[in-house]
């Protein structure tokens, strides 16, 4: 008898510690920037692509930049959660002229999803409203494709599953109270891209290639949070 109740015991500790924790759901806008890739592959027309894009995020145009993250912070200040962000890539002029498309963007959405593992220092500042903290995530690159071959009747024009994603996050919290807070960090996307781009549907015989490109993304984002 004395065993089972100290096994339930062990066991309503063990369900109760969740409950201590603290969930954290945190929404942000930023400034965000592309690096230039390298651009390769193939056009369904033939055209072969092997060129160096200068990209632009302009991440303050409809649809605008923003992300937005959820955390459960265990006892320890480890942090493990999912996070998705509206990053953007658009083709320069130059480029989408040079290899024959009048429209090359990831525009509704460059957007990358990631499971995330955070760490926190709470008393960094020796009990200060300032906690900083850092993180990492793994997961997918999914964009919205919009890609216009010049004189090709049909578009590329749909969400994608393009490659593996990750990210770097390094930013600091300001407690207002215990539930609300202020944040800005840096992060950093990288993803690996292998985006289809559909045939002409006028043109028999036609079938769908393949672009591929590595894509950096800079972002510095302010947000608010809330705990529970």
């Given at each position: 008898?004395?065993?089972?109740?100290?096994?339930?015991?062990?066991?309503?500790?063990?369900?109760?510690?969740?409950?201590?924790?603290?969930?954290?759901?945190?929404?942000?806008?930023?400034?965000?920037?592309?690096?230039?890739?390298?651009?390769?592959?193939?056009?369904?027309?033939?055209?072969?692509?092997?060129?160096?894009?200068?990209?632009?995020?302009?991440?303050?145009?409809?649809?605008?930049?923003?992300?937005?993250?959820?955390?459960?912070?265990?006892?320890?200040?480890?942090?493990?959660?999912?996070?998705?962000?509206?990053?953007?890539?658009?083709?320069?002029?130059?480029?989408?002229?040079?290899?024959?498309?009048?429209?090359?963007?990831?525009?509704?959405?460059?957007?990358?999803?990631?499971?995330?593992?955070?760490?926190?220092?709470?008393?960094?500042?020796?009990?200060?409203?300032?906690?900083?903290?850092?993180?990492?995530?793994?997961?997918?690159?999914?964009?919205?494709?919009?890609?216009?071959?010049?004189?090709?009747?049909?578009?590329?024009?749909?969400?994608?599953?393009?490659?593996?994603?990750?990210?770097?996050?390094?930013?600091?919290?300001?407690?207002?109270?215990?539930?609300?807070?202020?944040?800005?960090?840096?992060?950093?996307?990288?993803?690996?891209?292998?985006?289809?781009?559909?045939?002409?549907?006028?043109?028999p015989g036609q079938t769908p290639t393949k672009l591929r490109t590595?894509?950096?993304?800079?972002?510095?984002?302010?947000?608010?949070?809330?705990?529970?």
């Amino acid at each position: 008898m004395l065993n089972t109740a100290k096994t339930a015991l062990a066991a309503i500790l063990l369900l109760a510690s969740p409950a201590a924790a603290e969930i954290e759901l945190s929404l942000y806008l930023g400034v965000q920037s592309v690096d230039d890739s390298t651009v390769s592959g193939a056009l369904p027309n033939g055209t072969a692509v092997n060129r160096k894009f200068s990209w632009k995020g302009n991440p303050l145009e409809n649809p605008y930049y923003y992300g937005a993250r959820a955390t459960w912070w265990t006892a320890n200040n480890l942090g493990f959660g999912i996070e998705g962000t509206h990053t953007k890539a658009y083709a320069s002029n130059a480029d989408m002229a040079a290899i024959g498309t009048s429209r090359f963007e990831l525009s509704d959405g460059h957007n990358i999803i990631t499971a995330n593992v955070l760490k926190r220092w709470p008393d960094a500042f020796g009990g200060s409203k300032f906690t900083p903290y850092v993180g990492a995530g793994l997961g997918m690159a999914i964009p919205h494709v919009d890609i216009q071959v010049i004189g090709s009747t049909g578009r590329t024009f749909d969400y994608e599953a393009t490659g593996i994603a990750a990210r770097g996050i390094a930013g600091m919290k300001y407690s207002i109270n215990d539930r609300w807070a202020l944040f800005g960090e840096y992060q950093v996307t990288w993803s690996d891209n292998d985006i289809t781009v559909d045939p002409d549907p006028a043109v028999p015989g036609q079938t769908p290639t393949k672009l591929r490109t590595d894509l950096f993304t800079h972002a510095v984002n302010f947000g608010v949070s809330y705990s529970f």
